[in-house]
């Protein structure tokens, strides 16, 4: 019995740690390396069942999650080159019987997600946070047709404005922030149809 339970806290561990291990940065040439996240593969799937001629769908998040299940487990290089990423994507779908799909499969641009949590770390001065967050909102923008997520946005504006505790100028700030990425996604990207900000 002790073996058994040992057996199973093993595994236990094995898959808490799994879990924890970072996905791996996507690179390709000319471009500096970007960490892949589930977003943005759901994101290129969806693109190319669409250009399969398969408006809606539903298995692009399962797809996705199974394979960056296998980058997480057994792919054990901390970058991953496109057109290798590129390559198990379409094995998997034609293993999965969607061949036309895998035929028009190719990774999306850039990541369909910014971190303003991480970006404020980086660019801690309100004019500069500002500054770059245009630069990546456009460079995103561009390069999608459909979504833009950007996270932690609670976090970002404490990290900004010093605070311990949400106030009213963490608010204004707040608001300010969402109404720039808005106005700049309209401007650049009028065809985006989903921008998410939380």
């Given amino acids: 019995m002790p073996a058994i339970l040992s057996a199973k806290s093993k595994a236990s561990v094995a898959a808490k740690e799994a879990l ?3 996905l791996p940065l996507v690179s390709a040439p000319g471009v500096q390396p970007t960490r892949l996240d589930e977003p943005w593969l759901v994101l290129s799937l969806e693109k190319a069942a669409s250009r399969a001629g398969h408006q809606e ?3 692009a998040p399962e797809v996705a999650r199974a394979v960056l299940h296998y980058l997480r487990n057994d792919f054990i290089r901390p970058i991953i080159e496109r057109d ?11 293993g999965i019987g ?5 035929r028009h499969f190719e990774l999306a641009s850039s990541s369909p997600s910014i971190n303003l949590a991480a970006l404020a770390k980086e660019a801690p001065l309100e004019m500069i946070f500002f500054q770059r967050l245009a630069t990546i909102v456009d460079e995103k923008v561009t390069s999608l047709s459909s979504v833009l997520r950007l996270e932690g946005l609670r976090s970002c504006v404490l990290a900004l404005s010093g605070a311990s505790s949400w106030r009213a100028s963490c608010q204004r700030l707040n608001d300010e922030i969402v109404h720039f990425i808005r106005a700049r996604a309209r401007h650049f990207g009028p065809q985006l149809l989903e921008l998410t900000i939380w």
């Fill in 20 to 22: 924890s291990r970072p």
């Fill in 57 to 59: 769908w539903p298995l």
């Fill in 84 to 94: 290798t990423l590129e390559m198990i994507l379409r094995r998997s779908l034609t």
């Fill in 98 to 102: 969607c061949p036309a799909i895998a």
